[in-house]
Each structure stands twice: as structure tokens, then as C-alpha cells.
Nanobody
């Protein structure tokens, strides 16, 4: 049974920081691209960051580059998203995704992520 459980969301003021975590179970974590997506009301889901399974190479959407950092701990089967200098436009539900693929992580959109968590809300005011 595959499970992705996000945590760490909350409400912060502009300029604040949050650290999201996503704990995975039921999958071979070390072979998969992992990513964080977000979706605001009336907007499409956006991939904000992704990370390769072994090299740890990362990709970021331009809107978060320089402010967000994705990382993973394969031993703990957990992927993180450190979010600094938060802006009101970062307000969204944040989802963790796991892909069955382990390559070309920087190119993979949400159709390539087959497992999702329930999300954690981030509100910046």
C-alpha cells in the first residue's frame, strides 16, 4: 500500500519560512523522481521542484528559484521542501508526488507522477 504523507504546512507572514516533509512508504524510494507541486484555487497544478533519486540533482520552477530548496533523505524515505522568503503568491495546497521513473526528473510533469499525498496547506499573508 503506497502512502505519501505531507506535513509542515501552516500560516506565515510574508518573508517567513516553512519546511515541508513528505514521508513515503510502500514504494522503492531510491529509484524514483520525487517532486513538490502546488495548486492554488482556480489555478493549475504547478511543479515547483523535483529531485533525482541518487544524484540529488534538483530542478526548480522560476517562481521559487533561489527561495525554495528540495532535498531528500533516502534512508528516511523522506523528501523535504525548505521554503524561505515566502510571498503571498506562494499560498497554495502543496503536494508531494512520486514518479515510477528515475531519470529525466527535470522534464517530468504531473502526468509522470503516479502517487500523491493528500497535501498540506501553506498560507502566506
Amino acid at each position: 500500500h503506497v502512502q505519501l504523507v505531507e506535513s509542515g504546512g501552516g500560516s506565515v507572514q510574508t518573508g517567513g519560512s516553512l519546511r515541508l516533509s513528505c514521508a513515503a512508504s510502500g514504494i522503492t524510494f531510491t529509484t524514483r523522481c520525487m517532486a513538490w507541486f502546488r495548486q492554488a484555487p482556480d489555478k493549475e497544478r504547478l511543479r515547483v521542484a523535483s529531485i533525482y533519486p541518487l544524484t540529488g540533482e534538483t530542478y526548480y520552477d522560476d517562481s521559487v528559484k533561489g527561495r525554495f530548496t528540495i532535498s531528500r533523505d533516502n534512508a528516511k524515505r523522506t523528501v523535504y521542501l525548505q521554503m524561505n522568503s515566502l510571498k503571498p503568491e506562494d499560498t497554495a495546497m502543496y503536494y508531494c508526488g512520486a514518479s515510477p521513473y528515475g531519470g529525466a526528473c527535470h522534464l517530468r510533469g504531473d502526468d509522470d507522477y503516479h502517487y500523491w499525498g493528500l497535501g498540506t496547506q501553506v498560507t502566506v499573508s
